[in-house]
């Protein structure tokens, strides 16, 4: 497995398929671009910036991250540099070098031309009719739920030929990203830590969807070999990398800075999670977060994950989980709000108003302000 990069900074395309990938997603990007579901936030961008320079250093300005809404755990590389990262890996991260890590297996796609190599391993070198005039109809899906369904629009052959990527690739973009992290003094066990929380939250969704239903005795996928097996490379690489190095001083794993950087939008990310209503899931990742501590934004999530589920005993787990909530000076407003209303559900509606009244005087012009005086003057 090679590790060199395939192209320099600055790189253009070399021939006419290479030339055709570009500019079918430079079109993509085009319209990427100008999407409602693109965050535009300055600070948060430019955070991501600093994190892609200290990663990809000469490569850097070669590479464009868009932050698409959207709460799945994933990220994309284009070949002509766009790489998408999603809300709802943004969601899960717990510091810097988690987030370079993701970078930096991206990098690897991007730096050892994976689409193109794909691409030609498929189409070969000379079909390139199949780069069809697409702005046109780009222009004309870019309203779609997302972003993925602008791509879609384009043409489904070509997306599938750049944003999939065969095993071979992902464990030479998961090898490139360790180096890229190794390098840029991050701490590689940041890595594994990323996929072995991420096998954590899908049994933990199976896990919960399986006891909603009482079908079979075993979720059907609680093992995830590939998954898995990429977890335990980058383990032991980075176990390896931590034993031979001679940098270990140096390296961090950037947690203060990530938490500050992400503060403003975790409440809003972690809601796209909650109303999913994939309670295992929601709950596996407040849990994973709150390892680091738990704050007001993670107890109320917590809250609101039993509140939408709202199974047996889901009443009093949302009602101590809002309690402890509002115990927090960073607690949204809402606690205090569903709170009341789960206490006033439980019989108990003195204490209810009270909260609702809490509610009323933190958040006075809430879109639902007149329903909750309401509640409280009947
Ligand atoms: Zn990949």
Redesign the pocket.
Known sequence: MSLTPLISSGHQPQEKDEAGLWQSVDELEAAVRESHLIIKDEPLNAYIETVVSRVLGEHASDVRVYIVRDPSFNATMAPNGMMIVHTGLLARMRNEAQLASVLG??AG?YLRQHSLNRWRSRRGKTDVMAFVAVGAVVASGATGENWFDLANSINDALIYSIFS?DRAQ?SE?DAFGLKLMWESKYSPSEAPAVWGQLIGEWKASADAREKRYRKRKKAATSTHPPAEERMDYLRNAADNLAKNGANNALIDNGRDRWIKAISPWRQEFLEEQVKLNDTGASLYLIESLAADGWDGVLRYFEGDAYRLRSEEDDQARAIKAYRDAIEYTDCPPEAFKFLGYALMKNGDADEGKLHLQRYLELKPDAEDAKMVQFSLDY
């Open positions: 297996h991206e796609h990527y992902e973009a």
